[in-house]
């Protein structure tokens, strides 16, 4: 039933279809999904509802749904989702909200998909996220969130996230990610967070809580300032993990890879608060070094 034309879907069009698996009706012109229109669909494990012009999930549109495991509502202009949209829909695995309206996650957001694994919502408008929207996917593996407005990542923000393996923040506007939010996080393979405006992550000589495991970390086309504050980037560089990323700041290691800087000279984080990368000519270490701006470019 894609490419159908179709704008209004009657309530009792699928009533006697109980052993359907798949359902295509993308590419349609659907403005809403009526409530309980996938009623009689308990057997369902896929649904594509893609380019359609759907501008909001409401509480009962996906009721019935107690077998669905893979959901693609990507390219339509949804702006809100009800709390309590996805009850019946506890055994989805895949959720592909790309390309739409979403301005904030909530908490209750997500609510209902614990099983959820994979999540998908690039290239919306989000520029909030609630601390605990994503406490309710403890099994989620891949969450990817390309091309938002999202411009900070708080220590709560991943709250919940245990089983997460790859995380995509590239082309926000990143100027914070608070490393306590990996803290609970066991194994996170990749973490893309290239084209943002980072100036630092984190800050010391020690891998941070979450990331040892990392395999590949994009941060390319950020305004990196390479002092010792992140030292254990070139720890984590030893292992022979892919890394990108070049500096912006200090001078002497513009366009340089960050992978390539000598922390060598920088004491433990215990030692010292701060430092810039360039060690003093004469004199001891001071023991808070230079604070550069922000670059706005």
């Given at each position: 039933m894609s490419f159908a034309g179709l704008q209004v879907l009657h309530w009792a069009?699928?009533?006697?279809?109980?052993?359907?698996?798949?359902?295509?009706?993308?590419?349609?012109?659907?403005?809403?999904?009526?409530?309980?229109?996938?009623?009689?669909?308990?057997?369902?494990?896929?649904?594509?509802?893609?380019?359609?012009?759907?501008?909001?999930?409401?509480?009962?549109?996906?009721?019935?749904?107690?077998?669905?495991?893979?959901?693609?509502?990507?390219?339509?202009?949804i702006a809100s989702?009800?709390?309590?949209?996805?009850?019946?829909?506890?055994?989805?695995a895949s959720l592909n909200l790309n390309s739409n309206h979403i301005t904030v996650l909530h908490q209750s957001t997500f609510k209902g998909l614990r099983h959820l694994q994979h999540l998908q919502i690039n290239n919306n408008n989000i520029s909030q996220i609630e601390d605990g929207a994503f406490a309710?996917?403890?099994?989620?593996?891949?969450?990817s969130l390309s091309g938002n407005n999202v411009s900070t990542i708080g220590s709560k923000t991943l709250h919940g996230l245990m089983s997460l393996r790859q995380l995509f923040l590239d082309g926000?506007?990143?100027?914070?990610?608070?490393l306590a939010a990996f803290s609970a996080i066991e194994h996170l393979h990749e973490l893309h967070a290239q084209n943002n405006y980072l100036t630092s992550l984190g800050e010391?000589?020690?891998?941070?809580?979450?990331?040892?495991?990392?395999?590949?970390?994009?941060?390319?086309?950020?305004?990196?300032?390479?002092?010792?504050a992140i030292s254990w980037i070139r720890v984590l560089s030893d292992k022979k993990i892919h890394i990108n990323g070049a500096c912006r700041l200090p001078v002497k290691y513009v366009g340089?890879?960050?992978?390539?800087?000598?922390?060598?000279?920088?004491?433990?984080?215990?030692?010292?608060?701060?430092?810039?990368?360039?060690?003093?000519?004469?004199?001891?270490?001071?023991?808070?070094?230079?604070?550069?701006?922000?670059?706005?470019?």
């Open positions: 069009t699928f009533s006697d279809l109980h052993q359907l698996k798949t359902l295509l009706l993308s590419n349609n012109e659907f403005f809403a999904i009526p409530s309980g229109l996938f009623e009689s669909l308990g057997s369902l494990e896929s649904l594509d509802l893609s380019h359609n012009k759907i501008a909001a999930l409401k509480e009962g549109s996906l009721r019935g749904l107690s077998s669905l495991v893979q959901l693609n509502l990507s390219d339509n202009k989702v009800e709390e309590g949209v996805f009850a019946d829909d506890r055994r989805l309710v996917l403890p099994f989620l593996q891949t969450l926000n506007v990143l100027h914070k990610i608070s010391g000589s020690d891998v941070p809580a979450g990331l040892h495991a990392l395999q590949t970390l994009e941060l390319e086309n950020n305004p990196l300032d390479c002092s010792c340089q890879n960050i992978t390539k800087v000598d922390f060598s000279w920088c004491k433990p984080t215990t030692q010292r608060a701060s430092q810039t990368l360039d060690p003093p000519t004469a004199g001891p270490v001071p023991s808070v070094g230079t604070e550069h701006p922000a670059d706005n470019e």
